[in-house]
């Protein structure tokens, strides 16, 4: 027969369940409970200094024990084992609850003895059934208490009556379990950001009993690179909301701007300019430009119908740019050049810029003339797109209302050359002042 050093160990596959959907499997095992008796005494004596080939770790104290009760038949016909008192023993043990310990007063310990000497003794393995299941109990409760040493020694004591009994397999996948889960816990920390957890997880896996070195190096394996997918998604995610940022500070930016109405003032700082900064995202892009586009249209309008003409046509130009249709543009234009033809019409010129082409001079009013009266009138009136004078008022005189009659029709028998605005003739203001002096 095989000696407890030369056993091999099942494997253990297993897929850890991490948001990364990274699968490991784990081969190689990282333990066997399962396992035959020792042929000898030598042999047995060599069970007492088992070491797992996976861990390289002896078992307890309590499983060498075991072994050596478990010796083979030629030694216990000479060592003359009393089976009767043996089972007792054993029964005596289990009802004090010693199922594997102390060394050589445990109920494995005599059950093994009984079972060596009579393999087929039915009351002893009826017995030894029910204490297994009992010890598997105890396996799960101290799995369930993170007590993993003491449930692996139960286990793997059992494990030495019965290697192939289904309580045995079992109590190995409630172990496998076990670790199983100690490994997925640690994924699950690494993957929520408790590194230092996870550390601790895998620094509680690596001092099991019997663990195999192939899997506790899957594990961190797993670990890592759920921390790495972590750290480039926690990457992606700072990106994006960066990205966002930008975008909302860009889009604040510009409707700010319009709200100020510097649409394409001043420069650096207008609406267009903002939105020249950048080209995505295409679609924000899109909506803020017709934003400005009706902006610009209002504005425009509203320039028209004011009369504020000055920089009117860099508005309409802007609005062509922003894709306002040109007969959109070319209406407004109309308007804005008939309002601008009415201002130009309204603003008043120096009488030097006309050609006067007949004058007439005041009539003195004999009234002043008789009492020596000298002084001045004020006028303004239109010259019309004939050349003739009207709409003539009064601004100033001195004095007061003594030539202002003979001023003014005088003023209305002068005509002029009419004024030009982009080669039409157009109504002119101007003013003149007329004086009157006896000399």
């Known amino acids: 027969m095989e000696s407890a050093n030369s056993k091999e160990y099942s494997s253990l596959p297993l897929v850890l ?26 042999e047995a004596e060599v069970a007492a200094e088992f070491v ?67 393999p087929d003794h039915a009351i002893a393995n009826a017995e030894l059934d029910a204490l297994l299941a009992s010890i598997m109990l105890i396996v799960d409760d101290h799995l369930a208490a993170d007590e993993f040493d003491d449930g692996y020694d ?10 192939a009994h289904p309580l045995i397999d079992e109590m190995q996948n409630d172990l496998n379990e076990y670790v199983a889960a100690l490994a997925d816990e640690a994924s699950r920390l690494a993957e929520s950001g408790n ?27 797993v670990v890592l690179e759920t921390q790495q997918t972590r750290t480039e998604q926690q990457q992606l995610e700072d990106e994006a909301l960066q ?3 930008a975008e909302q500070e860009w889009l604040q930016k510009i409707s700010d701007a319009i709200a100020a109405e510097n649409l394409i003032t001043p420069p650096g700082e207008s609406a267009r300019d903002y939105l020249a900064e950048r080209d995505e995202p295409a679609e924000l892009k899109e909506q803020l430009s017709t934003q400005l586009r009706d902006a610009l249209l209002i504005a425009a309008q509203n320039k028209v119908d004011a009369g504020e003409l000055d920089d009117l046509e860099s508005y309409l130009a802007a609005s062509l740019d922003f894709g306002v249709d040109e007969e959109t543009v070319a ?3 109309t308007d804005f050049e008939s ?33 020596d ?17 009207a709409d003539i008022e009064v601004l100033r005189a001195e004095p007061e209302e003594v030539f202002d009659i003979s001023a003014m029709e005088a003023v209305k028998k002068w005509t002029f050359e009419p004024r030009q605005y982009q080669g039409e003739p157009i109504d002119q203001r101007t003013t003149a002042r007329l004086v009157f002096d006896l000399e």
């Open 195 to 221: 590194d230092e957890e996870a550390t601790a997880k895998l620094a509680t896996l690596k001092g099991l009993p019997g663990l195999s070195s192939d899997f506790v190096t899957s594990a961190e394996q």
């Open 331 to 333: 209406a407004l234009r």
């Open 243 to 245: 990205k966002e940022q």
């Open 154 to 163: 139960l286990a793997m004591a059992a494990s030495q009556l019965r290697p």
């Open 52 to 118: 797992p080939a996976a861990t390289e770790e002896p078992v307890s104290e309590t499983v060498a024990a075991v072994a050596i009760a478990t010796a083979s038949t030629e030694d216990v016909v000479e060592h003359s084992i009393d089976v009767d008192a043996n089972l007792r023993k054993a029964r005596l043990a289990a009802a004090a609850d010693l199922l594997v310990a102390p060394t050589d007063q445990n109920a494995l310990y005599f059950y093994g003895r009984v079972l060596t000497a009579d």
């Open 339 to 371: 309002k601008k033809l009415e201002q130009e019409s309204r603003t008043s010129i120096a009488l030097s810029e006309f050609v006067r082409l007949t004058s007439a001079p005041a009539k003195y009013p004999t009234r002043a003339s008789q009492r």
């Open 17 to 42: 369940g991490i948001t990364a959907a990274i699968v490991v499997s784990a081969s190689g095992g990282w333990f066997a409970l399962g396992g035959k008796t020792p042929d000898s005494i030598a």
């Open 373 to 389: 009266i000298t002084g001045w009138v004020e006028v303004t009136f239109t010259v019309t797109k004939a050349g003739k004078t």
